[in-house]
Every structure is written in structure tokens, then in C-alpha cells.
């Protein structure tokens, strides 16, 4: 679907006004809240307005989780940023892939049904909140270990994995699940089974961001993938796996 012009203009409006207080709140630099507003607003004025409010609420959950226990996260030296901002590469390597799929569903020559495309939309997005909380929450428990040999690795390690991280990653996904689905209904979108979209996602979410963690540890920590190429192949593993699940639950694809 596309907007009419006076929503698709409200839509625009708001994602640079988010944008805006992003820099104004130092959650974004500059340069990545151009970014996202550019691809924000291809969104909105595609898809709708729930998708690009689940992907706001993707941006202040990032944000909080960052900030959280911040001054301590400093001392160790596993911030985000200098005042836990996000930049340009964090916020492509979240949003090209979303953005890639709302392009090729509405303007492909292969459409995807609208109900199909919201549970990989929301899947993609799961993956960025399970990844998030996971380092943003799990670095701060202390201890952690390789997701590949199990041996004990400095917590903030690529590929190392706690207990406390896996709980928060599960957490990120479940909510932006069922924020999905609340989203959808609120607005009316056209929406699959609420418990097929937040089963969907949610595993989805959660497999991909152990994906993330054996890529990391295998090609990262090699200088083989940088954190960005890391973040983008663990998203495309989400899309997959709810892909795959979509067509063993019968959706239409």
C-alpha cells in the first residue's frame, strides 16, 4: 500500500521531527538521523504508519537499553558511542533490510501479501531489539561465555553469551512481537493470526541473534565481518527463519 499525499506528508514530517530530537537527545548522531529519516520515510510512505512506528519503538527501546547503567558501562569501556549515541553504520546496518523489504513488496515485480511482509518486517526488527538487549543488558552481568566452545570470555566479548543476555534477547523479541500485533490491530493493517505474528517473530528474533553471536565469534573476532556486516547477516537470518516459518504455518507468501 501506499499513503495518500496528505498522510504520506504527516508521515515524512514526523520521522524528521523524530529524527530531530534524536540529535537534540544524543541517541543519533547527526549523520545516522539523516540516514533514518531518509529510510524512515520510504517506509511510511510505503507500508504505513505501523510499521514505522514499530520502528521507532525499535529506536527508543535501543536508546534506553543504551543508556541504562551507562556511567557503568563507561568505566568498563563497552559504551555506545561517547554519550551512548548511535551512529551511521549501527543505524544502516537496522534499517536497510527493513527498508529493502517494504521496497520489494510494494514495488517489486513479486509483490509480498501485506499480512506476509508485517511478520518479516516485525521479525527483522525483533532480531535488532534481541540483539541490542543482549549487549546492552548482558555486558553488564560480568560473566560470559563463548556461544561456540562454552569457555568463560570477558563479558562484551563477540560471541560471548551469559544467561542474564539470552533472557533480555528473548525479552526484545516477545516485545517487539506483540507490539506488532498491537500496532496492526490499533491501526487496522491487514494482520496474520496475533499469536502466528508474535510466535513468528519472537522465534525469529531470538534463533537470529544467536546467529549474530556465531558470526561474530567466528568471522568477526577475525576481522572477516566488521559489526555492521555482523548486524545485517544476523537481521537476513531473522527474515529467513520467519520466511521458513511462514511457509510451514501455510501463509501465504
Known sequence: ??????????????TAGLAIAAVAARALTPAAATAAAVFGSVIVVLAGFPYLLLLVLFVV???????????????????EGVHGERGISN????????TALVLIATVGPHAL??????VLFAAALAFGTADTFASEFGVLAGRARSILTMRPVPAGTNGGVSGIGQLWALAGALATGVAAAALALAFAAPLPRPGLLVFGATAAGFLACQ??????????NRGLL???TTNLAGMLSAILIAL??????GSPL
Not at 64 to 79: G, S
Not at 211 to 220: F, H, N, P, R, T
Not at 244 to 249: D, G, R, T, Y
Request: no cysteine.
Open 1 to 14: 500500500m501506499v499513503l495518500p499525499l496528505l498522510e504520506a506528508a504527516v508521515g515524512i514530517a514526523l
Open 61 to 79: 527501546a535501543s536508546v534506553l537499553a543504551t543508556r541504562y547503567a551507562f556511567e557503568e558501562k563507561q568505566r568498563r569501556n563497552v559504551q
Open 91 to 98: 543505524v544502516l546496518a537496522h534499517v536497510l533490510l527493513p
Open 113 to 118: 501479501p501485506d499480512v506476509s511482509l508485517y
Open 211 to 220: 546467529v549474530d553471536s556465531i558470526l561474530g565469534e567466528a568471522l568477526e
Open 226 to 228: 566488521t559489526k555492521g
Open 244 to 249: 521458513a516459518f511462514l511457509a510451514v504455518a
